[in-house]
């Protein structure tokens, strides 16, 4: 008998092991037994992240009709493709499935029930999915292979590179010929760019949250009314201003004026400010209203080959996004032209022959599509979507307040109205070009600068930003809060300095000069970014300790970065191993956010041939070939 242990039961330990069930029957002789142990202090399944123990006023940023677990038709493996249902054929099908599990929540059943394809779940009803997904994958299993759940942590692995692993979990030792690290999103202590304003609150008896995962966050500190700055105007920003609204009972209501706040008097005053000021553009309501465009077009393994065999260093931006960029317009004007072809003036092939020809920031592409597409609303334009308030500078408080609600109102009618259906062919589009820039990033091609400021930084904060917004009706919430005076905007640009006179906190943004909001709390409103050096996992700090993993360092003449990440080897997620002469560790496999894979989506669209799939699939098929030739390890657990 063989041992895996999997570090980490949560999506991306669920999707590891449904990809171990799709590819035991090739790669596992049914004559060699594995047992697997899953190991993770939360439900198998859900996993911390989506566990069910979490408020029901979060909600997942994906419609349920693309959210899925499972490979299909679209996707490029080498092992099997398994299908299986979506959150939303999974909720419709619930006779067919209900054997898997009895969902005790009768609130979770209810929403369950109700949910059509384009609602946006709670978290409470994903945890049910997730769950059962992983029930599947279990009963997929063939008989040779055993699964035990130990709902426990791992605090040390040690062993040699040929020999057992010695598994350390708080009461029993497991030992095991591989174990695979899917841990999903970590925590790692604070960055030392905010120690002081930590050290500011601990002086002062002022409220200050570092970046954290809303749900696990302790919010009972902010008192009625007192003044919050929120930094940021992301996801993270989102989750908070509904647990300090509705989560402190103010409620929500439907009038003939519109959506209408009735607050309960237990909340902040919430000051909301970021670099861009606006929040994340919503998801899209609808379907495309076209066919969708044949994707890629330009950022394919062709044109990214040949930009790889260019000599020197190579840059993001300079060299792969004029290309990434063309695609996302193709996506764009393919559904613009096929879907509203009475808001263009030239047939979809002869302006397609141009746009073949031209570069995407080339005067001739500008001059094209301004012909072709009149109104300069329905083009696109990627510097003004990423920076709406840039160069505005208004009058006073009020005024930014009535503008930022516009903006809020206008991009929620956008997002919800199928006129506009071109967002959604530009959004997929944009999800097309992670096919090939797992590629871009293992070639080692890129400089450290670009990884630094044009991957990590620009293009992964673009995307979110682009593609990764809250459902429309949080947006039209936003602006409900405002005018019930509960949340007001800092706009562009903010700052927040520190006054040890009076211990409060200023805040400013560049959109209306010279105003600042006095505040008593502060909380740095985005997601946690995990960084090796600092992280919290007993497991990788005592390896890091040890010199077994290592952080992954992009080097050039120029610049050093170092990105925080766990280093693996692309082709099968194995472990690099200092103490191997940076030799990948036979024996260990990393999967995930934390690794320098950067593919942190666990689940995807259905039929988008998702990278994390695709890796769960290769480091599967890996890890079984290994085990299938590796001598039996000495024991079980003791």
Do not use: C
Request: net charge neutral.
């Amino acid at each position: 008998m063989s041992t895996l242990v999997i570090v980490g039961a949560g999506p991306r330990g669920t999707g590891l092991l449904e990809r171990i069930a799709a590819n035991a029957g090739e790669l596992l002789p049914a004559g060699h037994p594995l047992a697997i142990h899953l190991v993770d202090p939360y439900p198998p399944g859900a996993g911390r992240i989506w566990r069910y123990d979490q408020s029901p006023l979060l909600r997942m940023n994906s419609m349920a009709e693309d959210v899925t677990m499972f490979t299909d038709e679209r996707s490029t493996l080498d092992g099997p493709v398994r299908p299986g249902p979506s959150l939303a054929e999974w909720a419709s099908r619930s006779e067919e499935f209900a054997p898997y599990r009895e969902i005790p929540d009768p609130a979770v059943r209810a929403e369950l029930r109700a949910l059509a394809p384009t609602d946006f779940p709670t978290r409470r009803v994903q945890s049910a999915y997730l769950d059962w997904v992983f029930r599947r994958a279990v009963a997929d299993l063939p008989a040779h292979v055993t699964v035990t759940v130990h709902r426990d942590t791992v605090r040390r692995i040690e062993g040699p590179a040929d020999g057992p692993q010695l598994v350390h979990l708080g009461d029993r030792v497991i030992t095991a010929d591989h174990v695979a690290l899917t841990l999903g999103h970590l925590d790692s202590s604070p960055h030392p760019r905010h120690a002081a304003d930590a050290g500011f609150a601990a002086r002062h008896g002022r409220f200050h949250l570092p970046p954290a995962y809303s749900a696990d966050a302790d919010l009972s500190g902010i008192a009625p009314g007192e003044r919050l700055v929120l930094r940021g105007f992301g996801l993270a920003s989102v989750d908070l201003v509904s647990l300090l609204t509705e989560g402190r009972g103010g409620r929500f209501e439907t009038t003939p004026a519109g959506l209408v706040y009735r607050p309960s008097g237990r909340e902040p005053v919430i000051h909301l400010g970021s670099r861009r000021g606006v929040p994340y553009h919503s998801k899209t309501g609808y379907r495309l209203q076209g066919p969708p465009a044949p994707l890629p077009r330009y950022f394919d393994e062709t044109a990214v080959d040949a930009v790889l065999r260019r000599p020197g260093p190579l840059e993001l931006r300079r060299d792969f996004w004029p290309l990434m960029a063309k695609d996302i317009g193709f996506g764009y004007y393919h559904e613009l032209f096929h879907a509203h072809p009475g808001r263009t003036t030239l047939p979809w092939a002869e302006f397609l022959a141009g746009f073949d020809r031209h570069d995407w920031y080339s005067p001739e592409l500008a001059r094209l599509t301004a012909l072709a597409v009149p109104d300069p609303a329905d083009r696109l334009d990627f510097e003004q979507l990423d920076h709406p308030l840039a160069g505005l500078e208004l009058g006073s408080d009020d005024e930014l307040q009535r503008h930022l609600r516009a903006y809020i109102d206008g991009d929620a009618d956008r997002r919800n109205d199928p006129r506009h259906s071109a967002d959604l062919g530009a959004f997929l589009a944009l999800l097309s070009l992670f096919r090939q820039l797992p590629r871009v990033l293992a070639s080692g091609r890129l400089t450290a600068r670009s990884v630094a400021e044009e991957i990590d930084q620009w293009f992964f904060g673009y995307f979110n930003f682009l593609a990764s917004g809250p459902p429309g009706f949080r947006l039209r919430q936003l602006v409900a809060l405002s005018e019930a005076g509960v949340v007001r905007f800092l706009g562009a640009g903010i700052r927040v300095e520190r006054e040890e006179a009076t211990g409060t906190w200023l805040a400013s943004g560049a959109t209306v000069p010279g105003h600042t909001v006095r505040a008593t709390a502060l909380i740095e409103a985005y997601l946690p970014k995990h960084a090796l050096a600092r992280t919290r996992d007993p497991l990788l700090r005592d390896l890091h300790r040890a010199g077994r993993i290592v952080e992954e360092v992009i080097a050039d003449p120029e610049h050093t970065h170092r990105s925080g990440l766990l280093t693996i080897r692309p082709a099968d997620s194995r472990v690099l191993d200092p103490a191997l002469d940076g030799e990948p560790h036979p024996r260990r496999t990393a999967l995930g956010p934390h690794t320098s894979m950067r593919a942190d989506a666990a689940f995807a669209r259905p039929r988008t041939n998702s990278p994390g799939f695709r890796q769960n699939d290769a480091a599967a098929r890996a890890l079984l070939s290994a085990l299938a030739g590796v001598p039996a390890a000495l024991a079980g657990s003791r």
